[in-house]
């Protein structure tokens, strides 16, 4: 099983409050994403990041932002949270393979974030 | 762009029952996951296909890559209701990529 850890697990805000949802792994990956997934409906990318100080925009756009400077930790800040931005967001991480061959990328339990 | 259709989107069966779930990509793949969701929670990583033809198995559970890499199936034996939840495919487009590509789920309902 992964060593993939996010908190909080649920969070109800109001608009306009500034939130901040942390992900952290102990299996030392270089490689760590954010998914944003709507109930019924496939993830999507929004954030990743190659390793310390590295991060890149997903898929998906997103009014937050990520911070990477330690390894293992990956948090995920909105500035002005909004009701769109009520979603289950999916922190995830991988082994930064040099063979050609796919990582494999595990998954935190999740964060429900609910913005009244 | 990548897409991938997963097929049925809901599936009921009785405990006991055999199942398969498919995964089908409208461009070769470089590589393919399988996912477990249980409801409101983090994904569970069940197998890994990279190779065309290439099958694993994990307990009762069975998954096969097609030798064109462009569909998967996932095939439980004997379903029992641990293996209710959403099956979740995911796709590296071939080229690779660290961005891994969905399918929208297939839910499963083991009724006892």
């Known amino acids: 099983e992964a060593d993939i850890y996010q908190t909080p697990r649920y969070l109800v805000i109001g608009t306009g409050k500034k939130i901040t949802l942390e992900c952290s792994q102990t299996m030392g990956h270089d490689k760590m994403y954010w998914y944003q997934q709507d109930p019924g409906m496939e993830l999507h990318l929004i954030h990743y990041s190659y390793g310390v100080n590295s991060t890149e925009k997903g898929d998906l756009s997103s009014e937050s932002t990520v911070s990477r400077i330690r390894t293992e930790h990956f948090p995920l800040t909105l500035e002005s949270a909004r009701p769109s931005h009520t979603s289950q967001y999916l922190c995830?991480?991988?082994?930064?393979?040099?063979?050609?061959?796919?990582?494999?990328?595990?998954f935190g339990p999740g964060t429900r974030l609910t913005v009244l | 762009s990548q897409e991938l259709e997963q097929s049925p989107q809901s599936l009921i069966v009785q405990e006991g029952k055999n199942l398969t779930i498919n995964c089908t990509s409208s461009k070769t793949l470089y590589g393919l996951y399988w996912y477990k969701q249980k409801y409101g929670e983090g994904l569970i990583f069940l197998m890994m296909?990279?190779?065309?033809?290439e099958e694993k198995s994990h307990e009762k559970i069975t998954a096969k890559l097609d030798e064109k890499k462009q569909q998967s199936s996932l095939h439980i034996t004997a379903s029992q209701p641990s293996h209710a939840g959403i099956y979740l495919c995911g796709a590296v487009p071939q080229g690779g990529s660290e961005k891994l590509v969905f399918g929208k789920g297939t839910k499963l309902t083991v009724n006892p």
């Open positions: 296909l990279q190779k065309g033809g």
């Open positions: 995830a991480s991988s082994e930064y393979r040099v063979v050609p061959r796919p990582d494999t990328q595990y």
